[in-house]
């Protein structure tokens, strides 16, 4: 069965440090990628997708950026954090049909 | 361009109640309509999908909901609310273009008394 894993849980952190958040998923293979953000009130917004290793997609201007290195890795990162980084943050996947995606845990990122 | 709107970001239940959640959703093409659970401090599960065919979806936890395309709706109902039913719950609409990009609605969060 396929399973997503992300780390950490959570974060702290203060503002102008560097982030990297990462995501892995296993028992699949080419699955597509996406980090989501989630503020209080707001839903969830997507912030980057990937198709395949090393395309990335950008959807909302920002000081974050997206990595695929590995097929299954998907990592976030940040040179400077800002203090409207905070919130929670979700990896989901799909296997490119069946229209369904797949949550991980998600971080809790709070920038002090 | 597509949307979600999710009415009322509070709602509350009496146990044993009918839960209704409501969903609308704008979409220049035949949506494909989601509906997701979030409990405090994890991810999304899915509860029920939306693609083709039968309009009247079940769920998981006794949940369901009704493609209503004359009313550009997507409801989500459950007969009798349990305490485990305490939740975020999120509508999504996506129109399957290969990556399938989800839009979520600003989610609503259920309550339910004792």
């Known amino acids: 069965s396929q399973t997503i894993h992300q780390w950490p849980a959570t974060l702290v952190q203060p503002v102008g440090s560097p982030l990297s958040l990462e995501c892995t998923v296993e028992g699949?293979?080419?699955?597509?990628?996406?980090?989501?953000r989630q503020a209080a009130g707001r839903g969830l917004q997507l912030l980057f997708y990937s198709v395949g290793i090393g395309q990335i997609s950008s959807e909302v201007p920002q000081n974050l950026s997206a990595s695929r290195p590995q097929d299954r890795q998907f990592i976030l990162s940040s040179?400077?954090?800002?203090?409207?980084?905070?919130?929670?943050?979700l990896c989901a996947w799909d296997p490119g049909q069946d229209y369904e995606q797949y949550f991980g845990p998600g971080t809790r990122l709070t920038v002090t | 361009a597509q949307s979600v709107t999710q009415l009322g970001s509070h709602v509350s239940v009496s146990e044993g109640a009918l839960v209704?959640?409501?969903?609308?959703?704008?979409?220049?093409?035949?949506?494909?309509?989601?509906w997701y659970v979030q409990y405090p401090n994890q991810g999304?599960?899915?509860?029920?999908?939306?693609?083709?065919g039968a309009t009247l979806v079940k769920g998981i936890n006794g949940f369901e909901a009704e493609f209503k395309k004359s009313e550009t709706s997507?409801?989500?109902?459950?007969?009798?609310?349990?305490?485990?039913?305490?939740?975020?719950?999120?509508?999504?609409?996506?129109?399957?273009?290969?990556?399938?990009?989800?839009?979520?609605?600003?989610?609503?969060?259920?309550?339910?008394?004792?």
């Not at chain 1, 040179?79 to 943050?89: A, P, R």
């Not at chain 2, 959640?21 to 989601?34: A, D, G, H, I, Q």
């Not at chain 2, 999304?44 to 083709?52: D, S, V």
């Open chain 1, 79 to 89: 040179k400077k954090l800002l203090l409207s980084d905070s919130g929670f943050y």
């Open chain 2, 74 to 114: 997507f409801h989500l109902t459950k007969p009798s609310a349990h305490m485990s039913d305490a939740a975020e719950y999120f509508c999504a609409v996506t129109k399957g273009s290969g990556t399938y990009k989800y839009i979520f609605g600003t989610g609503t969060r259920l309550k339910v008394l004792a």
């Open chain 2, 20 to 34: 209704l959640l409501r969903c609308n959703y704008s979409s220049s093409v035949p949506p494909y309509l989601f």
């Open chain 1, 28 to 36: 699949t293979s080419n699955p597509n990628l996406y980090w989501y």
């Open chain 2, 44 to 52: 999304l599960q899915l509860l029920l999908k939306y693609t083709t």
